[in-house]
């Protein structure tokens, strides 16, 4: 083999090294195939986008979905009568909240239903945005069950992404929040 035809070899042995994981990825992406990340969540599909439901905080104002600010929302969906196992389990999200460190300020909590009431609800406001809707939107992702709660990841477009059943995973909410809270 002579010099030339060597060399365009090597050249071509070095576009294939470049061009094979595009073209994988190529075939993998059109056969419809998807890496499975670990989520501790359920994905809501299909997701939603809520910039259409009306949300009315406590306070009168109109609660706002999508932020330019890149923050994130976790909306607690109560069952009737949230109580004593409701309020701790919104306490550990409360905490995973606090474990994210300098960008616990990229999540906000929305309590979405009755406010909760007695000894053990002392000072959850004052953590938690409370609120209201008239829409429909969550029944099928609402905890059902007396004194529980289930959980929604809300994205900065306002888009729900992640449904946290009733008896959630603190930990397993707590490392999905660092991955997404960046």
């Given at each position: 083999?002579?010099?030339?035809?060597?060399?365009?070899?090597?050249?071509?042995?070095?576009?294939?090294?470049?061009?094979?994981?595009?073209?994988?990825?190529?075939?993998?992406?059109?056969?419809?195939?998807?890496?499975?990340?670990?989520?501790?969540?359920?994905?809501?599909?299909?997701?939603?986008?809520?910039?259409?439901v009306p949300?009315?905080?406590?306070?009168?104002?109109?609660?706002?979905?999508?932020?330019?600010?890149?923050?994130?929302?976790?909306?607690?969906?109560?069952?009737?009568?949230?109580?004593?196992?409701?309020?701790?389990?919104?306490?550990?999200?409360?905490?995973?909240?606090?474990?994210?460190?300098?960008?616990?300020?990229?999540?906000?909590?929305?309590?979405?239903?009755?406010?909760?009431?007695?000894?053990?609800?002392?000072?959850?406001?004052?953590?938690?945005?409370?609120?209201?809707?008239?829409?429909?939107?969550?029944?099928?992702?609402?905890?059902?069950?007396?004194?529980?709660?289930?959980?929604?990841?809300?994205?900065?477009?306002?888009?729900?992404?992640?449904?946290?059943?009733?008896?959630?995973?603190?930990?397993?909410?707590?490392?999905?929040?660092k991955k997404?809270?960046?």
């Open positions: 083999m002579d010099l030339r035809n060597r060399r365009r070899l090597q050249a071509t042995l070095i576009a294939a090294i470049f061009a094979a994981p595009v073209i994988v990825a190529m075939v993998l992406t059109m056969s419809g195939w998807t890496p499975h990340g670990r989520s501790y969540g359920q994905p809501v599909r299909p997701e939603r986008d809520l910039a259409s949300v009315e905080r406590a306070d009168g104002r109109a609660f706002a979905w999508s932020n330019h600010d890149g923050v994130w929302t976790l909306v607690a969906l109560p069952g009737p009568d949230c109580a004593e196992h409701c309020l701790r389990q919104l306490d550990l999200a409360h905490r995973a909240q606090i474990t994210l460190g300098k960008q616990a300020d990229k999540l906000r909590l929305l309590y979405l239903g009755e406010s909760p009431s007695g000894p053990a609800a002392q000072g959850f406001a004052a953590v938690w945005t409370l609120a209201g809707t008239p829409s429909h939107a969550f029944d099928d992702l609402r905890a059902h069950a007396r004194d529980s709660v289930s959980a929604v990841l809300v994205s900065p477009q306002g888009e729900a992404i992640t449904r946290y059943a009733v008896n959630f995973d603190a930990e397993g909410l707590r490392r999905d929040l997404a809270v960046r």
